[in-house]
């Protein structure tokens, strides 16, 4: 199976500023198939990025996704406030799908 | 507008069975198959398996092989998930998703949540 790695654990910044995340695979994810989701307290999981840098229906344009084989990145180009929650990223080019353990972003 | 939306709080003894219900409207249901994920307390996201809601083929993690089935009603648009045998460490918030196998799981259910209590 393939294991997912996010970095880092928790990232602290302020509104306005730039997010990186990183989801690095411990082995190539077919077709780049690589999605990230957030989830706030209490909320399900929603989707942002599918296929690695699609962007889902409805998501803002400030996230973007990158990378490709075994290392993919999320970006919030400049943070909301209602940005700050866990994101997790997770392949399903494979059986079993497999998530990141999350990266909490939190406000500095 | 797709919605998915599931069944409600269970509280089980260990070794019980509970199942869960997901019913999906606003799109077709079986042009798209189900993910069921579940998040213990505090935890992360962990994938359960999967099940196609046109020919009921399904796929199931490894962990819960003999312990899960996953089926789905065509005639209500209702997904369910059986998970049997419970034990203390199945207490979590199971999520159903739909899933296009190319796109990501999107929409998301509310959540269940399942305690298993001794």
């Known amino acids: 199976e393939i294991v997912l790695t996010q970095s880092p654990g928790t990232l602290s910044l302020s509104p306005g500023e730039r997010a990186t995340l990183s989801c690095r695979a411990s082995?190539?994810?077919?077709?780049?198939?690589l999605a990230w989701y957030q989830q706030k307290p209490g909320q399900a999981p929603r989707l942002l990025i599918y296929?690695?840098?699609s962007r889902a229906t409805g998501i803002p344009d400030r996230f973007s996704g990158s990378g490709s084989e075994t290392d993919f990145s999320l970006t919030i180009s400049r943070l909301e406030p209602e940005d700050f929650a866990v994101y997790y990223c997770?392949?399903?080019?494979?059986?079993?799908?497999?998530f990141g353990q999350g990266t909490k972003l939190e406000i500095k | 507008q797709v919605h998915l939306l599931q069944s409600g709080i269970e509280v089980k003894t260990r070794g019980a069975a509970v199942k869960v219900s997901c019913k999906a409207s606003g799109y077709t249901f079986t042009s798209y198959g189900i993910s069921w994920v579940r998040q213990a307390p505090g935890q992360g996201l962990e994938w359960m398996g999967w099940i196609s809601a046109y020919n009921g083929n399904t796929n199931y993690a490894q962990k819960f092989q003999g312990r899960v089935t996953m089926t789905t009603d065509t005639s209500t648009s209702t997904a369910y998930m059986e998970l049997r045998s419970l034990r203390s460490d199945d207490t979590a918030m199971y999520y159903c998703a739909r899933d296009g196998l190319w796109f990501g799981l999107d929409p998301w259910g509310q959540g269940t949540l399942v305690t298993v209590s001794s």
């Open positions: 296929d690695a840098l």
């Open positions: 997770q392949q399903y080019g494979g059986s079993p799908y497999t």
């Open positions: 082995q190539s994810v077919t077709g780049n198939y």
